[in-house]
Every structure is written in C-alpha cells, then in structure tokens.
C-alpha cells in the first residue's frame, strides 16, 4: 500500500508518459481530485452482492469537489454499513 502522495505522483507521472490504457484499483480517495471524471470509473455493488459499474463521466454534474461528493455517496462505490 503506498502513501497517499506518493501514489497520486506515481498515477501523473505515468499520465504524462503512457500512451495506452493502464487499469488501477484503489480505495485512495484521494485520486478523485487527480484524474478526469471521464478517468474514473465506480463499481456499485447492491445488498444482494450485485454489481454494476459506472463511468463517473456518466453522472450529470459540474464535478467538483468529487472527492467530497464521492464519499457524500452521490457516485455510489460506498459501503453499505
């Protein structure tokens, strides 16, 4: 697991050299304010273990503070407790 900054570091300096797709997995908030809504993408899963993905692009918003919206649950991807 690597630190907050030194993941968001990690992510720009590969978008700034990878000309392709690279797929990441994460429970680091913290990139919802690094990457473009069209880079994210949020599964949601129901209560009876279903799940659905979504393109955070999809959603009809202004997105900003994504990161505080997120965990707002306004994209899903949050747990239900």
């Given at each position: 697991?690597?630190?907050?900054?030194?993941?968001?570091?990690?992510?720009?300096?590969?978008?700034?050299?990878?000309?392709?797709?690279?797929?990441?997995?994460?429970?680091?908030?913290?990139?919802?304010?690094?990457?473009?809504?069209?880079?994210?993408?949020?599964?949601?899963?129901?209560?009876?273990?279903?799940?659905?993905?979504?393109?955070?692009?999809?959603?009809?918003?202004?997105?900003?503070?994504?990161?505080?919206?997120y965990l707002k649950?306004?994209?899903?991807?949050?747990?239900?407790?």
């Amino acid at each position: 697991d690597f630190h907050e900054l030194l993941f968001e570091h990690i992510i720009k300096g590969i978008k700034e050299k990878v000309c392709g797709q690279l797929i990441v997995t994460t429970h680091n908030t913290k990139l919802l304010d690094v990457l473009y809504p069209y880079e994210i993408y949020i599964i949601k899963t129901d209560i009876d273990g279903r799940s659905e993905v979504f393109c955070l692009d999809e959603f009809k918003d202004d997105f900003k503070n994504i990161r505080e919206k997120y965990l707002k649950g306004l994209y899903y991807g949050i747990p239900i407790l």
